[in-house]
């Protein structure tokens, strides 16, 4: 079992930045079945931004171009780079992992189907003017 903690959310204006951080107890058995998902009020959970069983990054149609996903294997710490933060990106962010030897990772019409189940608390991210 993995312990994630996430920190990084806050209030921002739009057009403006934020940078998410996951700290993780250990290494996934991967080294990698990590993402970030996010949920808004009234929405249903959305993965935003994923690295696969091989590493590759994978990221909805609705933040491609503006967010970056990265992991610092010596720590090990997942990252997410917000930019350019529309009002519609405000929702709790997680970031989530699944430890096993394989996981399942697939984009379809600009959405990620990803099935993890080590999951952090959350942190909030408000983008409003």
């Known amino acids: 079992q993995l312990q994630l903690v996430e920190s990084g959310g806050g209030s921002v204006q739009p057009g403006g930045s934020l940078r998410l951080s996951c700290t993780a107890s250990r290494r996934t058995r991967t080294g990698y079945c990590m993402g970030w998902f996010r949920q808004a009020p009234g929405k249903a959970r959305e993965a935003v931004a994923v690295l696969d069983q091989d590493g590759n990054p994978k990221y909805s149609g609705d933040v491609k171009g503006r967010f970056t996903i990265s992991l610092d294997n010596a720590k090990p710490s997942l990252y997410l780079q917000m930019n350019d933060l529309k009002p519609d990106d405000s929702a709790m962010y997680y970031c989530?992992?699944?430890?096993?030897?394989?996981?399942?990772?697939?984009?379809?019409?600009?959405?990620?189907?990803?099935?993890?189940?080590?999951w952090g608390q959350g942190t909030q991210v408000s983008v409003s003017s």
């Open positions: 989530a992992a699944e430890d096993k030897t394989w996981c399942f990772v697939m984009v379809l019409n600009g959405r990620i189907r990803a099935d993890f189940d080590q």
